[in-house]
């Protein structure tokens, strides 16, 4: 069930009750990191045991494990009450309804077995690994007028906060978002987003993760106005 190891050694559980599936990102990770140790489990009982007894940079687990429909919810929390560890759920439900749920149990990203690619997957992946390994500090929180706080934080789920309660957004809108942030009060044109999108480069493709990212926000603050369309250009974060 194991890799080679290379000089750095990264590993990692996949925990998917379909042995093919399984072997397919097992597959995927050794080209995504070549020399990773990857432990691959089949069963709840097995997969909670291995996370009680090992240490994983990363976790890729499926929702349904047998008949059990949500054995993957309780291994998530079994994982958050030990150490963290980032959690990518790739299933076959549906990602409109269980991606907000995953998000809620601090999982990293829920990728849906029918919609994405190997590429995706390899990137979210490297992703995840690099922030893991990096433990980044949280982009200091700006204030603004009305003291309205925004904190982020690349490695956790549990962000980005606004107002002190937690945003739920996709991977790929968080990455917009942070390019926004970063460059508050400056318009981050087209081009730069294009660099923080994996898949569907276009114009038409930003605006939609960018109406994502308002509508997420006004959830929870319906007067917010932060993210300003320019026209032919791109975006910019205002505090005005």
Same mark, same amino acid.
């Given at each position: 069930?194991? /890799?080679?190891?290379?000089?750095?050694?990264?590993?990692?559980?996949?925990?998917?009750?379909?042995?093919?599936?399984?072997?397919?990102?097992?597959?995927?990770?050794? +080209?995504?990191?070549?020399?990773?140790? =990857?432990?691959?489990?089949?069963?709840?009982?097995?997969?909670? &045991? /291995?996370?009680?007894?090992?240490?994983?940079?990363?976790?890729?687990?499926?929702?349904?494990?047998?008949?059990?429909?949500?054995?993957? =919810?309780?291994?998530?929390?079994?994982?958050?009450?030990?150490?963290?560890? *980032?959690?990518?759920?790739?299933?076959?439900?549906?990602?409109?309804?269980?991606?907000?749920?995953?998000? &809620?149990?601090? /999982?990293?990203? $829920?990728?849906?077995?029918?919609?994405?690619?190997?590429?995706?997957?390899? @990137? +979210?992946?490297?992703?995840?690994?690099?922030?893991?390994?990096?433990?980044?500090?949280? =982009?200091?929180? &700006?204030?603004? *007028?009305?003291?309205?706080?925004?904190?982020?934080?690349?490695?956790?789920? #549990?962000?980005?906060?606004?107002?002190? @309660?937690?945003?739920?957004?996709?991977?790929?809108?968080?990455?917009?978002?942070?390019?926004? $942030?970063?460059?508050?009060?400056?318009?981050?044109?087209?081009?730069?987003?294009?660099?923080?999108?994996?898949?569907?480069? #276009?114009?038409?493709?930003?605006?939609?993760?960018?109406?994502?990212?308002?509508?997420? %926000?006004?959830?929870?603050?319906? &007067? %917010?106005?932060?993210?300003? #369309?320019?026209?032919?250009?791109?975006?910019?974060?205002?505090?005005?």
């Amino acid at each position: 069930m194991r /890799a080679g190891q290379g000089a750095e050694m990264v590993k990692v559980a996949v925990i998917e009750d379909d042995v093919p599936t399984s072997n397919q990102l097992r597959g995927w990770i050794e +080209t995504a990191r070549p020399g990773a140790v =990857v432990d691959q489990w089949f069963t709840r009982d097995d997969a909670a &045991a /291995a996370i009680e007894r090992e240490v994983y940079d990363l976790v890729v687990l499926d929702i349904e494990l047998g008949r059990e429909r949500h054995a993957g =919810v309780a291994i998530i929390n079994a994982i958050n009450k030990r150490r963290g560890t *980032p959690v990518l759920v790739v299933s076959g439900m549906p990602a409109s309804i269980y991606r907000s749920i995953m998000k &809620a149990l601090d /999982a990293w990203d $829920y990728l849906q077995k029918s919609d994405f690619a190997e590429q995706e997957f390899i @990137e +979210t992946v490297l992703d995840m690994l690099r922030s893991a390994k990096a433990r980044l500090p949280s =982009v200091p929180a &700006a204030v603004v *007028p009305g003291e309205v706080e925004l904190s982020l934080d690349p490695l956790r789920q #549990n962000s980005p906060l606004w107002r002190g @309660e937690r945003v739920n957004l996709p991977l790929t809108a968080q990455r917009i978002l942070a390019a926004l $942030y970063q460059k508050r009060g400056q318009v981050v044109s087209y081009d730069e987003l294009f660099q923080v999108v994996k898949s569907g480069r #276009n114009r038409d493709n930003v605006r939609k993760h960018v109406s994502t990212i308002r509508e997420a %926000f006004r959830e929870i603050d319906p &007067a %917010f106005d932060c993210i300003e #369309n320019v026209p032919m250009r791109g975006f910019r974060w205002t505090t005005d």
